[in-house]
């Protein structure tokens, strides 16, 4: 395949700078073309890193495959299947280390509408981190069963007030992270490796004092492929939220309430 374009996006989104998009995918052979496209149709000025988990139906070849033909389109193979966390923590260290001013996070099975990145990256004009939230007014979610549904309300309740989060969809995985938000945060501490994960960053943006903000989005069932969702991924997510709740409960006790609600912190 010949490539079309070999230029960096040297302009990058007005008032955010370089956006990387990290999409991680394992088993997504029949969906990455579709979403790499779709991506580069709402915003062309963003680059484009598939996260691949070495998947056993080719779906990093596919990706190679784009990447030859698209310079915005890059690649990370990794060796094998760690769960969602590790492949975002490394797309993120990727980013980093070549100095990208914003990464958005975006599932490739198409239940993240790239349609809706403009909207998000116009809210990370003003925000360290945005989050496209299917539990914010306006937000519509299609398709998606009634368990689904139930599980994402419980669990965003939960985390809601185990935490003590202002955030409506801590779970939700179609975000925005402003550079310097990832630089704050202590990413080596991060130990979860599926669901949990969204909810992990959540904590720690919030604890550092990070503005997050929700943009609605309208969030679709995914079309083609398996789900990777699992129980195991369900018992992960409600023995960490309860563990750091604890923790949280019990750092307040010792530093006394008053300290613990005014010490958060915010970067430079
Ligand atoms: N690299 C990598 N990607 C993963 C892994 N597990 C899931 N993914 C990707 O993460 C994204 C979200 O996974 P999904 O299976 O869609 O999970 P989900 O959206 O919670 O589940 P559904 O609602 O059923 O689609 C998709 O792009 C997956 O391919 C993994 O272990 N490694
Ligand atoms: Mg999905």
């Given at each position: 395949m010949r490539r079309t374009d070999i230029r960096p996006a040297a302009t990058g989104v007005p008032g955010v700078g370089r956006v990387l998009v990290v999409i991680p995918t394992y088993n997504e052979a029949d969906n990455v073309g579709a979403i790499v496209r779709r991506v580069r149709g709402a915003a062309p000025q963003v680059e484009i890193l598939v996260a691949d988990d070495n998947s056993p139906d080719g779906t990093g070849r596919v990706a190679e495959g784009l990447a030859r033909a698209d310079g915005h389109v890059h690649v990370l193979h990794r060796e094998g299947k760690q769960g969602l966390g590790a492949a975002y923590l490394a797309g993120f260290a990727w980013a980093r280390k070549r100095g990208y001013d914003a990464v958005v996070e975006m599932d490739a099975d198409g239940s993240?509408?790239?349609?809706?990145?403009?909207?998000?990256?116009?809210?990370?004009?003003?925000?360290?981190?945005?989050?496209?939230?299917?539990?914010?007014?306006?937000?519509?979610?299609?398709?998606?069963?009634?368990?689904?549904?139930?599980?994402?309300r419980c669990g965003n309740l939960y985390a809601r007030l185990a935490l003590g989060m202002p955030v409506a969809d801590a779970t939700g995985g179609y975000r925005v992270y402003r550079a310097g938000v990832l630089d704050a945060v202590d990413l080596e501490s991060v130990c979860s490796q599926g669901y949990s994960f969204q909810v992990e960053l959540s904590r720690l943006a919030h604890r550092a004092g990070a503005r997050i903000v929700e943009v609605p989005i309208t969030f679709a069932e995914r079309e083609r492929g398996d789900s990777k969702m699992s129980p195991l991924i369900v018992a992960e997510a409600l023995w960490r939220i309860t563990g750091w709740a604890v923790r949280d409960r019990r750092t307040a006790v010792r530093q006394g309430w008053q300290g613990a609600t005014t010490g958060r912190a915010r970067w430079p």
């Open positions: 993240h509408a790239p349609e809706d990145l403009p909207a998000l990256l116009a809210a990370a004009r003003h925000a360290d981190v945005v989050i496209g939230s299917r539990w914010t007014r306006g937000a519509r979610v299609l398709n998606w069963p009634l368990r689904r549904l139930l599980l994402s």
